[in-house]
């Protein structure tokens, strides 16, 4: 009888080390294939299971969540008291790295990046391959310009294999996410907080979701793209701009967007893309087109804004504009120009000079 106890003791032992040997390896294949770490490896340091529950349900999923929380934050969850809240701060800061990081290690997680492609190759070489994973992503335009297309094309792609340009997500997933978007960030915000009188609680609503948004691009290294309207500027100095509109939500989205991109029409289902804002990419322009397929390159032959225009070989002062257009410029007159193959530029007899600004703009 004893012999036989000793036998059930030995064998419960090794069960017990094999699921620990099976746990460890687990969470090892899991750090490899995700940039976080779930809470739950907070119970091999000594917190409880029913606090790791309670953190869950407050939105605690992981230990960088913990991390690079405030103190005040963990201990307003209930049931966590001051205590379990240093406790939680203290071994979570463990395993997270802290403090200062060099440049070869910032070279590292960037080449880790995934880039998810837009569906237009044009496109995509001029956001440098794709829409970066572990940022915010604003897409700003007024209405019809692809905004919402945009969106959609990356939320299919998104479930691609890397190797085909997507992140392997899926879409209402549990586990495996790539790709969030919000369409769009500021037009309940524009609705819900009205005149001047509310301005400063709109911006503080709107810097909380920004907030909230970075915290989950930087715990889960997903994608976020948020789309964002644009307002007309109404005063003295906008009547000599070609496009007097500016992005709403001004500063608070302008700093927390890693990288900005302004859409406006051309000409048909063609789309100009221009990066306004980013810290890697520089500001330039691209043409794409929305077709019954999805987001896709333009057709060739439109020649819409500079950049189109420097690429088809067509200096910017030989495009041919119709003389009845009958736009002045800031001296009450323009330029119109003959092409260079007649000649040099001279001024047609009759018909008002037209300023180049707005030149392009009649093009768009």
Known sequence: MAAQLSRQRASTHEQNAAQNVFEEVANEQQDEQTSFILIERLEQVGISSGDIKRLKEAGFNTVERIAHAMRSEIASVKGISEQKADKLLQE???LVPMGFTTAYEVHERRSELIQIRTGSPTLDRL???GVETGHITEIFGEYRTGKSQLCHSLAVICQLPI???GAEAAMMAESRYALLIVDSATGLFRSDYCGRGELAARQMALSKMMRLLIKL???FGVAVV???QVVAQVDGGTMFQMDAKKPIGGNIIAHMSTTRLGLRKGRGETRICKVHQSPSLPE?????A???GGIDDAPEGFLK???VAKAAHVPLDTMRVPPQSNVKGLNGEGTHFMPKETGSPENIKGESKINMHHTLGLLN
């Open 92 to 94: 979570a800061m463990k």
């Open 127 to 129: 956001i440098g391959g």
């Open 163 to 165: 190797s085909m340009g």
């Open 217 to 219: 691009a930087d715990e």
């Open 226 to 228: 948020i789309t964002n």
């Open 284 to 288: 330039a322009e691209a043409t794409f």
């Open 290 to 292: 929305i077709t019954p």
């Open 305 to 307: 804004g500079p950049s």
